[in-house]
C-alpha cells in the first residue's frame, strides 16, 4: 500500500499542460475577480471624496456668501449712520450760524461786533500809533459799521475828535 500511495504518478505530458492550464487559468480568473473588487472599491471610495468635496466646496461657498452680505449690510449701516450724523452736524452748524447772524442784528449785536473787531487790534504788536490816534480809528472803525463810541454821558472825548 505505501508503494501505491508513495509512487510518483506521471500523466501523459498533453494531460499534465491541461491541468497546468486549468489551475493557471482559474487562479487567474479568481485574481481578475479580486482585481475588479477592488477597483470598485477604489472607484465608491473616489465617488464618496468627490461628494465630500463637493459638500465642502459648497458649504464654503455658502459661508463666504453669508460673510460677504454681513459685511455689506455693515457697511451699509455704517455709511447710513455717518450720512445721519453729518447731516445732523451740519445742521446744527447752519442753526448756530443763523442763530449768530439774528444774535448780531439784534440790538447789542453790533457792540459784539465792535468788541470783536477791537480785539483783532490788540494783537498789533509793533503799533506807529499813539493812543489818541488809535482810539480815533477805533470809533472810526465803530462808526463805519454803525456804533456809536460808547462814551458815557460826562466822559470827554479826546481833542480834535468832532463827535
Partial sequence: ME????RNFRY?????RSLEAKKVAVQLTEKNRKESLVNEEKAKLKQIESKGNAAITIAESEVRARIAKVRAEAELYSSQTRARADKEVNLAAAEAKRLKADALTQSG???????????????????VMTPEQYIAFVRSAWALIGVSSGAAPGVAKPAGDSR
Avoid: S
Fill in 12 to 16: 501523459a505530458d498533453a494531460y499534465e
Fill in 109 to 127: 449785536g453790533r457792540y459784539v461786533v465792535a468788541l470783536e473787531t477791537a480785539k483783532m487790534f490788540d494783537n498789533i504788536d509793533g503799533a
Fill in 3 to 6: 508503494k501505491l500511495l508513495l
